[in-house]
């Protein structure tokens, strides 16, 4: 069995400080890039909500033999606790490498203030003020896969959130927009799987440049 090595580093840097009590924050639209990083197998940095990750994947690797299972691949994964954006750049690293993969992921951070307002991609303040705050993420076929909740919230309230959390990462599935606050240029346009969609077809385009070049000599 081979196995694919993958070793995340957070780069937590928020950009322009904290805003002050009475600044509201419009989260810009999330950016990424792959295969940035030289002596790495696969690569990706995830930038979103002033926080910027770098990941890292190597591979394959012999397992050793107490954890090999003959005739399987594995990925084992190195990352730091529990956020979207850790998520999100794991994913775009394992793709940046080219492994077939039988599904992709997305997924975001959603904030539920005092007045029980929904906001999506919050800045640290309004995550240090929320009454609650939730993960989740949606496989690329739609179902919920993760879904970390902390703080005081009811079931009606939760399922706001699961609504906002999947419209915010699979796009307007021709539902409403029940957001209180104002987020990204994603919505409307894929959700985040538009933006991870997009930036694979830009590495696709790329990578095939040199064998459009080739052809061309060759005819």
Known sequence: MLVWQGIYTALIE???GIP????M???KAPNALLSNLERADGSATYICN??????AVNGPIEVQRRDELPEEAAIDVVNLPILPAL?????LALLSTSLP???TLTSTVVAVTKAKSIVQGPSTQQLQKADSVHVLAFSSQGDLIVAESEGDFDIDIWERVFEEGKRRCRGNEGGGDDSDEMGTDTEGK?????VLMDVVGKKVTKDQKWKEGLSGKLV
């Open 190 to 194: 894929g959700g985040l799987e538009g």
């Open 25 to 27: 924050t419009v989260p």
């Open 101 to 103: 993969l039988c599904m």
């Open 20 to 23: 002050s009590s009475g600044e």
């Open 14 to 16: 928020e950009r322009g």
């Open 87 to 91: 998520l999100q750049t794991s994913i």
């Open 50 to 55: 002033g926080y910027s990750v770098i990941g």
